[in-house]
């Protein structure tokens, strides 16, 4: 099979920066290709050249036989190239049919939008796909899975021969990535060409036919799926054996850090009760819709409460706002951490030291010395890659966004630190790093609380896990090697409430 796509010799630079050198992608007809590499190794910036949002400094592209200059989305669309980004791109209080063709609406004439075709067109590309979806709703209405489809049924609209997908599985559950994998099962046979994202390599495994592997900005390596492993491309990924995919520690819990009572909040915090205790770690289990990330933003007071109450060091706290919780010692690594985590458009310094200020003197007299100092020794703790502690938050990459966050928080010296999903969207080699990082807290004898909707993880990284099922605790497990996914899977679909 012929080459469909080539990039060859692609050059990219940022002030500071050479993201992309000399980088070469060979991608066939119908086939499903990989995309590999730690955050930060130029996979994004790469894509975004394909799809337009980013020109190249130097290099060519070839598609189809011809050399063809892409410098906007709009020269994308029109060879059939598309992207479906991690943070989907759709505008929620519009219908999933004029999102569809958002820009390119069928006309009756030069003036008129030919609603019903259009609506019926859209509706006949949906049923195409599958997806279980009317094409009049609205978007907002919609969840994360039926989203992307719609994403999909967007790409399919411009004729898409080249489809991009950045780490679509991310938000979906396994029932979810089921249909989403024989949606590019089926897109494949139609001879359409998937270029595929992700950091869950199993996955890569199932669907892909080739890789290409990426690392600081330039080639490692290209192979064929079938004939390699997952410790093989890890080595290519990150240029180093990784022994251990979960570096847990054992340590003899201390003291009870936080204790909660019979909390409600909304209609999925149902009277949840936990306790944690310093140099522990209490893993989170459940299903998507179980109330996990809605009983941490209760304890962090990002939600209102209805009742119930919450100790810290046996003293029992009021938290009606974060403030409240940051004061009382508690930190809340948050599962969005564009949209709740980090303020994008601020330096790195400023999102370090935000939850801090005070640390660094008085607002009016801040000491700017202090702050650079402070922040300086994290991004080297840390092992943040950045050209300089100035570099926006927006132009970092996943995993070095997520090191940021954990920055602002190892700052703040919380006695509880709640983690929701803390390596989402980023590489083998940033998790290690995470769990390297959560294990420090641990023997500083902090309290940690790791929400995960990896299973491996959960039972890679915790001392006890909680499960929970419908906003309750449906059972407390010590983590102590009998503990198996089939026993929480059980207690996340409700565990003995089915015999009850």
């Not at 759709?90 to 049919?97: C, F, G, I, N, R």
């Not at 920055?407 to 290690?432: C, H, M, N, Q, Y």
């Amino acid at each position: 099979m012929a080459e469909y796509l080539e990039m060859r010799g692609i050059v990219k630079k940022f002030p500071g920066v050479l993201a992309l050198d000399h980088v070469n992608l060979r991608v066939k007809k119908g086939e499903v290709h990989a995309l590999l590499g730690e955050n930060g190794a130029g996979k994004s910036t790469l894509m975004k050249i394909l799809s337009g949002a980013y020109s190249k400094d130097e290099g060519e592209i070839e598609f189809d036989g011809q050399l063809v200059e892409i410098h906007s989305a709009q020269d994308a669309q029109r060879l059939g190239i598309s992207i479906i980004y991690q943070e989907l791109n759709l505008t929620e209080q519009l219908t999933v049919a004029e999102n569809i063709f958002m820009g390119r609406q069928i006309m009756k004439n030069k003036f008129q939008v030919d609603w019903k075709r259009m609506f019926g067109e859209a509706q006949r590309l949906l049923d195409d796909l599958n997806v279980d979806v009317d094409a009049h709703s609205l978007v907002r209405d919609l969840g994360v899975a039926r989203k992307q489809m719609v994403e999909v049924a967007k790409a399919l609209s411009i004729n898409s021969k080249v489809l991009i997908m950045d780490e679509p599985t991310a938000p979906l559950t396994n029932r979810e990535i089921k249909v989403l994998f024989d949606t590019i099962r089926m897109l494949k046979d139609r001879g359409v060409s998937i270029i595929y994202i992700s950091h869950r390599l199993e996955e890569v495994m199932e669907v892909c036919d080739r890789a290409t592997i990426m690392r600081d900005g330039t080639n490692v390596t290209e192979l064929n799926v079938a004939d390699t492993n997952l410790d093989e491309i890890i080595r290519y990924m990150v240029g180093r054996e990784l022994k251990e995919k979960f570096p847990k520690i054992h340590l003899e819990p201390g003291k009870e850090r936080l204790r909660v009572e019979n909390i409600h909040a909304g209609k999925q915090v149902n009277g949840v009760s936990l306790s944690v205790r310093g140099g522990e770690i209490l893993g989170i289990a459940g299903l998507v819709g179980a109330g996990r990330t809605e009983t941490a933003r209760a304890i962090f007071g990002m939600d209102p409460k209805e009742s119930g109450e919450i100790y810290v060091d046996g003293q029992k706290v009021e938290i009606d706002r974060p403030l409240d919780a940051i004061q009382a010692g508690i930190g809340f690594v948050t599962e969005d951490r564009k949209g709740e985590g980090l303020v994008l458009g601020l330096p790195i310094s400023q999102n370090i030291t935000l939850a801090t200020l005070e640390k660094l003197g008085p607002s009016f007299h801040m000491s700017l010395g202090k702050e650079k100092e402070t922040v300086n020794d994290y991004i080297g703790k840390l092992n943040i890659k950045t050209p300089s502690a100035l570099q926006l938050a927006r132009n970092l990459s996943g995993g070095n966004q997520q090191k940021v966050v954990l920055a602002k928080w190892l700052l703040s010296d919380s006695k509880v630190i709640i983690f929701d999903e803390p390596t989402r969207g980023i590489d083998v080699g940033a998790k290690i790093e995470v769990y390297n990082i959560i294990n420090s807290l641990i023997r500083d004898g902090v309290a940690v609380i790791m929400i995960s909707s990896e299973m491996p993880e959960v039972l890679g990284m915790s001392d006890r896990v909680a499960v929970m099922h419908q906003g309750e605790i449906t059972g407390v497990f010590d983590n102590d090697g009998t503990l198996t996914q089939e026993k929480i899977l059980y207690y996340a679909t409700g565990g003995d409430k089915h015999t009850a």
